[in-house]
Each structure stands twice: as C-alpha cells, then as structure tokens.
C-alpha cells in the first residue's frame, strides 16, 4: 500500500523539486513525523532534511506572538475585565470563568475567521437591547436589565482592549495568531522571497489560512496537495467533499491550475465490518479481541490503527489489549486527572472547601488511607494511618480537627498532620504552600525507599508542575480570591494536562484520536464509538454567537463540525483494506445508543460489501459456590476447645442460621468490623436499654416490687440513659438528628418497660426478682462424646411472679408470640427464623435448672420493646399448626424435649462427617 505522503513525495520528485531546500506545512506535528520518515524511501540518497512543520507553527512564526495555555489567557481577559467594568458589576473570577471561556471561543473564531471584529461585536449588542425590549414594556428599565445591555455594548470593548494587552506581551490565543500573521504576511514574503511551500492534506481552512495559501499559490511559493476522492468530490452534497469542493470551486488559483489530487482508492475492494456492541467497556474488550485475531493471522500491526471516536476509552483499551502484543504507540497523553495522586488532591480540596476546622471522618479516612500518604505514617514497624482510623471507628467520632488528630499518634507526625489538616482559611496561597510542602514529602519518602518508585515519581514531577503553575498564576495576577476559584482553576489545569507515553513513534500499533489521523494512512483500521452524537457529534454550539449570525458572517456551524469528522471518517477507510467499525448499542449518560449517520451513509452508496455482527458480550452462568469447611482432626480440636470453654445460646442459633457464620466466629474468631456508626445501630440501642435495666433491677434482687419502688426507678430513666449512651455511643453525637430520636426511643422503651410493671402490679401480681444478667455456666452430658461440653450464657431476668418462676430474655426489636411457640420438636433445630427464640429461652430454662434445683412448672419467654402491649410473650407449646390451645408451662418433660434437640444438635457441630456448610441466608 502506498500512502498519501510517499505519493506526494513521489510527485515532488518527478517535478525535481528541490525537497531540501521546501518548507512542508502540514495539519499536525504526528504527521510531519511520518513525513521525515517517508523521505528516505523516495529519494534513495542522502540529503539534508528540509523544514517541516504545522499549520500552527506555520502561522506563529508568522505572527511573532506565543501561544499560552487557556488558563493563562483567562486570567489576562480578567485583568481586561476588571479594568472596564464597574466593580459593584463585576463578577468573581470563579462565576467570570463560567462564562468568560465562551466568550474567548468566540473572539478565536472571529479572529481565525478575519471577521471585522466592531461590526459583528456591536450587532450582538444591537440584537441583546432589541430583546430585552420584549422583557419589560416599562420604558424604565431595572438595573439588572441595564447592566445586562451595557455587557454586551462592551463586546468591542473588551476584545479591543484584551487583544491590545496579549499583543503588547507578545502572546496570544489562536485566532489572534492567525489574524495577525496575516497582517505580517507582506513582510514574510519580502524576507523570504523564494521560498517554496508544499501544503499537504488539508480540508476545512479558515479565512486565515486560506488567505495565506493563496497568496503564496499566486505568487508560485506553493504547492497544494488534496487527499481527497472522486466519490466525494462528484457526489452532490457529500460532506466529506465540502470543503474541498468549496475551495476548488472558489479559489481564483484553481481556474488555471491543476486540482492535486482527486484519487479513487476509496472504491476499491475493502473488508469492511461493522460490529455492534452494548456499552463503552464492551466496545474496548471487543477491540482487544480484534487485535488478537489479527495477530493469530499475522497481520502486519505496525500498519495497523485503533483510532478512539471517543478518547475517553483510551485507558478500557489499553487494559484490553492482548498481553502478547509487543510493541506500542500511543499519540495521546494519559490524563492527569486518572493518576491516582489526583485523587489525594480531589480530597484534600474536598475537606478543605469549607472554612470550619472539623473534619468530617470519612473525609479524613479518605486521605490517611491514600496510597501516597498511608506509608508517610508508618514509623518503628507500627502503622499509625491505620491507628487513627481505627480510634475514629472505635470511638464513634463523626468530627474531628487536627488537634484531636495529633492527640491521636506520635508527636514526629505533626508536621505531616499539619500539612494535611492544618485550615487553609479559604486561603488559595495557605493551599498552594501545603499542597507543594506535601509533595516534596512524598518525593523525600519515595527517593528513601529501596523499591522502584520511578512511576510515582514522574507523578509527582507532574503535580509539582501543575501546582508551581498555579502559584506562578496566583501570584502574578492575584485574581484567585479563595479555596472556590483555586479548585476550579486547578481542574482547568489538571484537564487540559497529560503525561505522555514513552515509546517508537513510528513502530508497532497506533492508537489515536481522530484528529491525529490526519495525513496518516493505514492497512488496517479500527474505530470505535461511530454513534450519533460522538462521530459526529451532533448540534452542540456553544457560543454567544446566534446561529443566524454565524450564518451572515460566514463562520462555522454544527453542520461544518460535522463536515470536518465526515471528511476524517471516511479518509481513514480511503487506502484501508480492512476497516473495523465499532459503535455503541446502549444508551449511556450523555450519548444514546444510536449508531452514526456516518454507517447508514456508507450503507446507502453500497460501494462496500458491509459485514454487520451484534456482538453479545459471553455471559457465563457462574454457579453458587457453596462454602465447604472440612472437619479435619485440627478443626475437631479447635470446636472441642470451644465446646469446653462453653457454647452460648446465640452460638448455637448462629450455627442454626449458617454454619459458616459460626465456623467464622467461633472457630477462627473473626470479628465484624466496628464502622464508625453515625447513626445509632440497633445493637448499641439493644445494650443501652439492657444495661439501663440491669441498673434498676440489680439493687432488688430477692426483694419484691411496689408500685412505689417503680415510680422512684422512673425518676431515673434521663440520667442512667444517657449515662449509658455515653459509655457505648463513645463520642457519637446525640444532641441532634435521628441520633437524637434514638436516644428518645430509648428513654420510652425504658419508660414504658417501667408502666407494664407499674400495671402489671396494680393488677395484683406479686413480682419478686430473682437475678439480673444472672451468669450460667453448665456441664452436660452425651455420652456419644468422650470430652466436656459446657453451655454458658447470661439471662437478662429471673423472676417469681405469683409464684411461678419466669425466666426473661429482652429483645428491643419486634417479637411476636407465634415466634416462641412449637408444634413439632424435631423442626426446633432446623428453621432459625421460626425456632431461634424458642430454641434461645428454652436453652436459658435448660441452664437454669442445671445450676440450681427449681420448683416445676416455670415459665420462659421474651419481653418486646417494640411489641410491649403484647406483654410477657411465654413460650408454649401446640399440638398442631392452628390449634387455640397451647400449654405455656414448661415441666420436667418439657425441658428433656429439649435436650434431645439440643444434643443432637452439639452432636452435629462435633460430627466429623458432617462439614461445614453455607446456607443461603
């Protein structure tokens, strides 16, 4: 395949033009590369190399002024800005930004354009005043109305003055480069009066460039070159041929010269496939797919091009290219904002907006857990990132500030807890220091450690820049205010930056956006994302510029937009033999799922046999592994240690529930881990009302209760509450919120516990208390094991209540009475969310008459806070499922039952053929 440029080259020769001694203008830098490397190829002798440059460069040394960044050209409008306007009318440099850019995107296009700049900026003024006439039919317009006419009246103004400003300084943005390099265009041609130019692989030109190309046409200083075809240029309003059609028709120099080129490479035979893919990431997998074919069939990779309509999916692509592809070149930049030390600096802006000196915790989590700032808290083999956090989950604290921070560790962190956590008073110059402080600490950290931290270096070398930019920014301009603007000049930044890939420019695969596939050819071509709205990317215009007016004074619209990704579009299929077209079949945040007009138009010429594939991603049916733990002779002996230091009730329900909840818990002592609970959970609630309780009742046990006595304990209920808050809730919060209501909710649990007694006794019981929180612990016997098991467990209250013994279990979540009554006891060990409570007060009762003899029957059961008026719900007993009758008495015979159950049960969990296996819960 022979490209565009050898062709040219070719050409160049055959004319014996003398190529060292011609300037190559080119649309972009990557396809000069291409054209130095081609060279060789066609002149077969050595030479010296000739100039080659962009368009860019082209018109900049033209103009003698400097490109700056966006960044730096806003901050010089605002300087303009302030100078003009009314400082009771002037807008933060933050809210001026918003608008400011788009502003400065029309003043580039009216320059690129050589639009006179008075007639267009004072017509916008003209059409504002005529529609603020519709606003208000009052002659004496509000002052808003009035300052909203003088902004736009001061257009010229503005452009005149800012423009005056970059000149003076010698810099400028685009447009003014070009306006201005071709009012210097009389004195390039004197100082460089035989000069020759080839321009090459052009399409849409400005008025700028457009006036510059033709005058060194007419004058015989240049040659053209079109990359165009037959197909666009003679088909009636194709747009990949607009623009050139419009120069061929229109440029003076054409009526007596020759077009180069109208080729036809376009209609010759291609493999071209289209593939429709739901979602981005799919598209990405699927292309690594591709490549992996290609290279199973020995495509040549080094002619070969992924070109992302979407340069979002560069980092998806890259994770999804096969491992055994060799060589590499990326055209652009990784972007700053995806390296995770961005992140660090996203936080620390984030806990630093607000001007307070409290942090919220998660916050602060955020930043030590950071990978860049954990290792800076590790000192004499103790991790102390992970002992402050560990402080704030335990100790329930939802706020801090740095001097609780510092309380927390060694004092050798202070500095870095200063760095980090020290208030930048909404002070961008507080920021800039300690965000430039904390890098150089982090290089210092990195520079000490053996490993290969090359990486994180370059990472920091960027940053250090970025933030060395914004400190030069600050300084010279003074225009940032606070912590607001800093943040938001700083995400200007970090989004225009990127770190650039190292690699061969000119060998293995490419992969490149579609702007810098402008000259290039290739044999094999893949793009992805051709959807409505990406390829092209629709009717999106912002501007201050009215789309009528754009029209009058000839500047470019959506539709040329378009016109301009068309005409890449189809030059990438023009010399490409096999094409590999990639669009999005779902709809996504911004963008739908509709392919582009671009596929349907290649459908419609039926020039190409289209092979069209819906790829459905494979969706393997991935089976529930269901967790099986083994009984080996150390697991028996690990169950067995805790068999003799005792199975609680809970235990053996949790075992009933899940046996790998209880393998987890019991036998390899894993605990949950204690988030920091900004909301009260219901197990400190659970222990708030229960410790409050055992307060009360404590002091009377073997005493019987009055009225009297209740009525005291209720006098109570504020001080032992929030006594026990304190003590659980650590330095949780509860002045305020639905922490607040909990605690509430506790005193009335609390409360209303105390009137069911109060009426409980009004009634006539006689209430005599027997133990709280009474601690058992028994042996029992099976035979069938030849060592100790033991049960323990703490009844919450043992009580005589008309002389029947009670034995009570609390649960401040709801409990209904058909939740303690069993019909069949061969179901007890099998149904947790049935049996768990009856299972749970029967093993208390069992305990219970291990340690001390009872006079039979008694009575077991749970005491609802949240179901309170159904009273002391009593475990009983049914001779079927809907039977009225139940017999709430718990005998001799009754608790044998359950022992059956409960042995079989421990006879389960000690079995060594029955393994360890996960329920689905």
Not at 255 to 272: A, E, G, H, L, V
Not at 821 to 841: A, G, M, P
Request: hydrophobic share 35%.
């Amino acid at each position: 395949m022979t490209t565009f440029i050898f062709d040219v080259l070719s050409d160049l020769q055959k004319q014996a033009i003398d190529i060292s001694n011609t300037t190559f203008i080119l649309p972009s830098k990557r396809a000069g590369l291409f054209l130095k490397h081609q060279i060789p190829k066609v002149v077969g002798k050595t030479i010296f190399s000739p100039e080659i440059i962009s368009i860019e460069e082209f018109v900049g040394n033209l103009s003698g002024l400097k490109t700056i960044t966006n960044t730096e050209l806003l901050f010089n409008f605002y300087t303009t800005y302030c100078e003009l306007t009314p400082e009771k009318q002037r807008d933060s440099f933050e809210t001026f930004s918003k608008w400011a850019q788009i502003l400065l995107q029309d003043f580039n296009e009216v320059d690129r354009y050589l639009i006179p700049q008075e007639r267009i900026f004072n017509y916008l003024g003209a059409i504002k005043e005529i529609e603020s006439d519709h606003w208000s039919i009052d002659e004496n317009k509000t002052d808003f109305i009035k300052n909203y006419i003088s902004f736009w009246n001061k257009l010229y103004l503005y452009y005149q003055n800012y423009t005056q400003l970059l000149i003076k300084n010698n810099i400028g943005y685009q447009g003014l480069i070009y306006r201005e390099a071709v009012n210097n265009f009389e004195t390039y041609l004197q100082e460089n009066p035989n000069k020759q130019h080839v321009f090459l692989g052009f399409n849409a030109l400005n008025t700028a460039e457009e006036t510059l190309i033709q005058q060194l046409l007419q004058l015989n200083q240049a040659k053209i070159y079109w990359d165009t075809e037959e197909t666009f240029i003679n088909v009636k309003n194709h747009d990949a041929g607009l623009f050139i059609n419009q120069h061929k028709k229109n440029w003076k120099y054409f009526r007596d010269n020759p077009f180069n080129w109208i080729q036809n490479n376009y209609t010759q035979s291609k493999n071209i496939s289209l593939y429709a893919v739901p979602k981005n990431i799919g598209q990405a997998k699927y292309v690594g797919n591709i490549l992996e074919t290609l290279q199973k069939d020995n495509t040549n990779l080094e002619n070969t091009a992924v070109v992302l309509g979407d340069e979002n999916l560069l980092i998806p692509v890259l994770n999804a290219l096969p491992e055994s592809l060799k060589e590499l070149n990326i055209t652009m930049g990784f972007p700053l904002k995806s390296i995770p030390l961005a992140s660090l600096f996203e936080n620390l802006f984030h806990l630093h907006k607000n001007t307070t000196s409290d942090f919220y915790y998660k916050e602060v989590i955020k930043i030590l857990s950071h990978q860049f700032i954990k290792p800076l808290f590790y000192a004499d083999d103790k991790d102390y990132a992970s002992k402050i956090i560990e402080t704030i989950d335990g100790n329930n604290i939802i706020f801090l500030n740095k001097e609780r921070l510092i309380e927390i560790t060694d004092s050798k962190f202070n500095h870095l807890i200063n760095l980090l956590f020290s208030n930048w008073q909404n002070n961008p110059t507080n920021a800039l220091n300690n965000c430039t402080a904390l890098i150089h600490l982090i290089k210092n950290h990195l520079n000490t450690n053996k490993t290969d931290n090359t990486l994180g270096l370059e990472y920091l070398f960027r940053f250090n820049e970025l933030f060395n930019e914004l400190t030069r920014l600050n300084t010279n301009y003074s225009h940032i205010k606070d912590i607001s603007a800093l943040y938001s000049v700083y995400k200007e930044l970090l989004s225009s930056n990127t770190l650039d890939f190292q690699g061969e420019p000119l060998q293995g695969l490419q992969v490149m956006g579609m702007l810098e596939s402008r000259v290039l050819d290739f044999e094999t071509v893949i793009i992805t994302s051709v959807n409505e709205g990406v390829l092209p990317s629709g009717k999106t215009n912002n501007s201050f510029i009215p789309f009528d007016v754009r029209i009058e004074n000839k500047l470019p619209t959506y539709k040329e937009k378009d016109a301009v990704y068309t005409y890449h579009f189809y030059h990438l299929l023009h010399r490409a033999k096999n094409v590999y077209i990639l669009y999005n079949t779902e709809q996504d945040v911004l963008t739908g799922g509709e392919r582009s007009r671009l596929i349907t138009q290649l459908e419609l010429e039926n020039i190409h046999g289209l092979k069209h594939q819906v790829v459905a991603p494979y969706v393997p049916v991935i089976p529930k592994n269901i967790t099986v733990i083994k009984k080996n002779e150390a697991l028996l002996n690990e169950i067995f240690k805790v068999a003799e230091a005792g199975f609680s009730p809970s235990s053996l329900t949790n075992y009933m529930r899940n046996p790998i909840d209880f393998y987890y818990q019991k036998i390899l002592k894993i605990k949950e881990h204690n988030d920091v609970e900004e909301t009260v959970a219901a197990n400190t609630l659970g222990t708030v009302v229960h410790n409050t309780l055992e307060d009360f009742y404590k002091p009377l046990i073997n005493q019987f209760l009055s009225v009297e006595i209740i009525q005291n304990l209720k006098k109570n209920i504020d001080e032992r509450v929030t006594f026990h808050f304190k003590n659980e809730y650590k330095e949780g919060d509860i002045s305020k919120g639905k922490n607040l209501i909990i605690y509430e909710i506790a005193k009335r649990y609390v409360s209303n516990f105390l009137d069911l007694e109060l009426n409980a006794l009004k009634t006539g019981d006689n209430i005599k208390i027997i133990a709280i929180e009474a601690d058992n612990k028994v042996e029992i016997n099976i035979p069938e094991l030849k060592k100790p098991i033991k049960l323990t467990g703490k009844v919450d209250r043992v009580d005589e209540c008309n002389g029947i013994l009670r034995i009570i279990d609390y649960k401040t979540g709801k409990v209904e009475q058909n939740q303690v009554e069993i019909v069949n006891w061969d179901d007890l060990n099998t149904d947790y969310k049935k049996y768990s409570k009856s299972f749970q007060v029967l093993c208390y009762a069992y305990m219970m008459t291990k340690t001390q003899p009872l006079k039979f029957p008694i009575e077991a059961g749970i005491i609802s806070f949240k179901n309170l008026s159904a009273g002391f719900l009593k475990f009983a007993t049914k001779p079927s499922p809907g039977s009225r009758k139940k017999d709430s008495l718990i005998t001799e015979d009754t608790l044998k039952a359950f022992s059956i159950q409960l042995k079989n049960l421990i006879l389960e969990i000690c079995n060594p053929e029955v393994d360890f296996t996960e329920k689905e819960v």
